[in-house]
């Protein structure tokens, strides 16, 4: 599909979209998203257009709309709807001309930046910027910017502004309107609260107006409809005068720590005070404040790629930018879901795509924001408790899908229909996909090992361990041959479920007993525990390679039949095989959505040689369709330590465009955060061979032809250290001790 986007504009620093298309707008709202960990704002036109998916989704708010529905982050009121008359004739870029257009998200400071030149119907000629940011400084904040300035001669201007709580989620209406108010025909608010979660939303609003520089007061003329509140502005300008509305909002919920005492009108009565407060300061000087911090993360956390191609800088870039604008790390009962805060997809839940693909950029880069994620699990265990109960079991088992740290399993029980009967599908995985029990303590484990931080296994870590384990040795089955077994599950591979001994799971269930084994050895005690899982990691079965290096993906993968993948494995969009099978025929193909058994060769390495690793990847990469954008960062990691560098990179350019690249419907409902994180890994993990295992940090670089040098900075025990790969050489700099190591030869081509 044609695409307006521009990728490699500004240094590598921004994306941009050189023309205005109405059929890709989900595309760019999702991709040019502003956020700040608090709150996520889709990027919408301030004016309004047919298929747009306007939202603002604040971290942790969740609701359940009807019995029938599972919790999600409700879209919360627009505050960016702004509708512009000039002589009589409403703004919008599908009518009259677009002269020139421009729109830029500037990676560095955070700021969306929209210039058009635009005529109108009857002739006349405006130019029109507008520019926004969600603040880093003052996480309730959202500043807009809107420039208006005729070029064919004087015009009447009326802007129409305010606050719309008539948003949805596909319909789905999550919130009971409480008040709408305005005050001093200058601030107006809108307050609502979810209808099942009991949590209040008050949006605040002001607007500034500037003629040529002078401060002007443009009373409105308040209004309100059902669940909206707005203001009618109008003015006059003479040919050549230019006029600058700063439009200022800001989002406050019973949920904020600082308010969850408060009762509704005392959080009125703070977001009263916080626009006030905010007014005095202006767009300019509270944009000042939000580049200021994000300066100081890039600062830190900036990675350097030298390439031969200069979408490469550029993605990595966009993937640290969304990592960090998705991440609520001010609020340790928070995660990052499977889109972030960038869209209603996945109802905002959080899955094991954050523990093993988001997580791990946080761990070596940001491990205070790591502690928070590493933190959301520990306060999710009563959950994992009573899921596990539910299911017969002891112990604690995650559910597939979490919201809210009290809300346990959150998976939907139906799916799309059914290609075949027409019927709504079984959703299984929250019922049966478990490796994500396993998954959290890898996380958990990676954390502590890469920072050392004590404290915070003995607080929170143990527990998790032990719980976790507890819930393996209980969910073993002995079978016929003496061996322990894990009957009816779904691994990683979506495309085979109600497996048994998929050896995915099978070994990080191994891997989760084993440790906390190793725990109980440390902390003494619960000996009918040791007992148990001594006897449990004997006697589990674990799948073995055979003669040719081959394991079996499952109990019954070898068996199935191989068809022809190519017609799948060349398509340009994921999924396409439905198209031809249903979730029961694919259960009987040698066909994998994702990387499998490959995910295990990577987060467990040291228990497989070479050859397997290469028998392997070989054998299931051809069988694998990419349909999840989990896949490709594996591949890229395996591809990279089986020194096949050429398809490290092309699986790394494929995974980096995936948000970024020319499918234009592949992120209209968000981005995809398993996959950003995913670009981190393919790059860190993978090309510049950064690892931790067994406790001890390795890099092995295995740079392809196209990139000669990769910089970036590594946590590592508490140390800062700078990391440059180029060439053969690694140089280590310890910001901490101020020393510097060069290390040479460090690898050569098979």
Request: hydrophobic residues 35%; aromatic residues 10%; glycine residues 8%.
């Amino acid at each position: 599909m044609s695409t307006a986007m521009d990728y490699t504009r500004g240094e590598q620093w921004l994306i941009g979209e050189s023309r205005f298309c109405r059929e890709q707008l989900g595309k760019a709202e999702s991709v040019f998203s502003l956020g700040n960990g608090y709150m996520g704002l889709r990027s919408a036109t301030e004016e309004g257009y047919l298929g747009e998916r306007r939202g603002l989704f604040v971290a942790g708010c969740f609701n359940c709309a009807s019995e029938n529905e599972v919790t999600e982050l409700p879209n919360g009121p627009d505050v960016l709807g702004a509708e512009l008359t000039l002589n009589g004739c409403r703004f919008a870029l599908d009518t009259g001309k677009i002269l020139s257009y421009d729109r830029t998200l500037n990676l560095r400071t955070g700021e969306l930046r929209r210039s058009v030149t635009w005529e109108a119907p009857e002739g006349e000629q405006y130019q029109l910027e507008f520019t926004r940011f969600v603040s880093r400084a003052r996480l309730p904040l959202i500043g807009q910017k809107i420039t208006l300035r005729p070029i064919s001669g004087e015009v009447d201007v009326v802007l129409r502004s305010g606050l719309n709580g008539q948003m949805t989620n596909s319909g789905a209406q999550h919130f009971l309107e409480l008040q709408k108010r305005s005050y001093d025909r200058k601030y107006l608010q809108y307050t609502s609260k979810t209808n099942q979660s009991g949590i209040d939303f008050v949006a605040t609003q002001t607007h500034l107006f500037q003629v040529n520089g002078e401060a002007r007061h443009i009373p409105g003329v308040m209004a309100m409809g059902r669940r909206k509140i707005f203001g009618d502005y109008a003015l006059h300008l003479n040919g050549g005068d230019t006029l600058v509305v700063e439009k200022l909002s800001t989002i406050h919920t019973s949920r904020d720590k600082a308010l969850e005492a408060c009762t509704t009108q005392e959080i009125q009565e703070y977001g009263l005070a916080a626009i006030r407060e905010v007014e005095a300061l202006g767009y300019d000087a509270l944009f000042a404040e939000s580049k200021a911090l994000w300066e100081k993360e890039w600062a830190e956390s900036e990675i350097q790629v030298t390439s031969e191609n200069p979408f490469d800088q550029l993605a990595i870039r966009f993937a640290q930018y969304h990592l960090s604008i998705m991440t609520p790390s001010h609020d340790d009962r928070m995660s990052v879901g499977a889109k972030g805060l960038s869209g209603e997809g996945y109802k905002g839940h959080t899955f094991w795509d954050c523990d093993q693909f988001v997580l791990p950029y946080f761990t070596f880069t940001q491990p205070e924001k790591a502690k928070s994620l590493c933190s959301y699990r520990y306060n999710t265990l009563p959950g994992a408790r009573k899921k596990a109960e539910e299911g017969g079991f002891r112990g604690a088992q995650f559910p597939w899908e979490s919201a809210w740290v009290s809300d346990g399993e959150v998976t939907p029980a139906l799916g799309d229909a059914d290609l075949i009967t027409g019927l709504p599908q079984v959703i299984w995985t929250g019922k049966i996909e478990q490796h994500i029990t396993a998954d959290v303590v890898y996380g958990i484990w990676q954390y502590v090992q890469a920072t050392g931080d004590m404290a915070f296994l003995r607080e929170k870590g143990y527990p998790v361990i032990l719980e976790t384990a507890r819930f393996w040795c209980s969910r073993l089955e002995e079978g016929p041959d003496g061996r322990l077994h894990l009957n009816d599950v779904i691994g990683p591979d979506e495309y085979k479920e109600h497996v048994s001994d998929n050896a995915y799971t099978n070994y990080m269930a191994w891997w989760n007993m084993t440790l906390a084994k190793k725990c109980l050895e440390t902390l003494g005690g619960e000996g009918e525990l040791q007992a148990k899982l001594a006897d449990c990691i004997a006697r589990i079965y674990l799948p073995q390679p055979d003669e040719t290096g081959l394991m079996a993906q499952d109990a019954t993968y070898l068996t199935l039949r191989d068809i022809d993948l190519t017609k799948y494995k060349n398509q340009d969009y994921v999924l396409g095989i439905y198209k031809d099978y249903n979730a029961h025929q694919l259960n009987s193909i040698q066909v994998s959505k994702q990387a499998d058994i490959l995910i295990l060769f990577y987060l467990l390495e040291n228990l497989f040689d070479e050859k397997t690793k290469a028998v392997n990847y070989r054998y299931y990469e051809a069988r694998t369709l990419h349909d999840s954008s989990l896949s490709l960062s594996t591949h890229c990691i395996l591809a990279s330590d089986l020194d096949e560098r050429e398809q490290a990179y092309g699986f790394f350019r494929k995974a980096s465009e995936i948000d970024l690249g020319p499918n234009m419907r592949s992120s209209d409902e968000g981005i995809h955060s398993a996959s950003i994180g995913g670009i981190w890994q393919s790059l860190i993990f993978g090309l510049a061979g950064v690892r931790l295992t067994d406790g001890v940090l390795r890099i092995r670089p295995r740079l392809p032809k196209a990139i000669s040098r990769i910089a970036f900075p590594l946590w590592w025990q508490g140390e800062r250290l700078k990391v440059m790969v180029e060439g053969n050489t690694i140089t280590i700099h310890n910001t901490n001790r101020g020393t510097t190591h060069v290390y040479t030869d460090c690898y050569q081509s098979r």
